[in-house]
């Protein structure tokens, strides 16, 4: 019986670990998938006169990746009147992002009602930043990775060696 519950509380703490992975996966294809959204939002505007809503739901084509369906709702909210800084924030308030991130993300709000070259400007700089957190955590997953696996093993063997 202690086996059995040694063996459950193990499985659980391995769960947990699996986890905190997934999650951190999930961020991370999210600043990928954002970062890409923007940068190539940013690359048509220059070389189209199409309405903003209109190109967010070309760039977010019909993938279901959290940065795509904050693109289609920053759009849908604009073509019903929104103003774009408030469509922007309310989309981004879902997005599974760390607090760097996240801030870097909402600031774009904000530009999305100046000027095309504005805009531009503003996106660029989005995308950027974005690059950056995610190169941050593409260096740091390992670590980070490591670090929780040994915490929740360790957590997991002292819990075993207490029902034994």
Known sequence: MKLLGAALVLAGFGAAWRSQLRAWRQEEETLACLAAALEQLCA????????????????????????????????????????PSRAWAAACRTLPLGEAAHSAAAELGGALSGGEEDICKAIQLAADQLRGELTELRQEKRDRARRSGAVCFSAAALVIILLL
């Open 44 to 83: 048509r505007i220059r070389l189209t006169r199409r309405p903003l809503p209109r190109l967010l739901r070309e760039v977010s084509g019909a993938g279901r990746s959290p940065a795509e369906t904050c693109l289609r709702e920053t759009a849908a909210a604009m073509e019903r009147g929104e103003p």
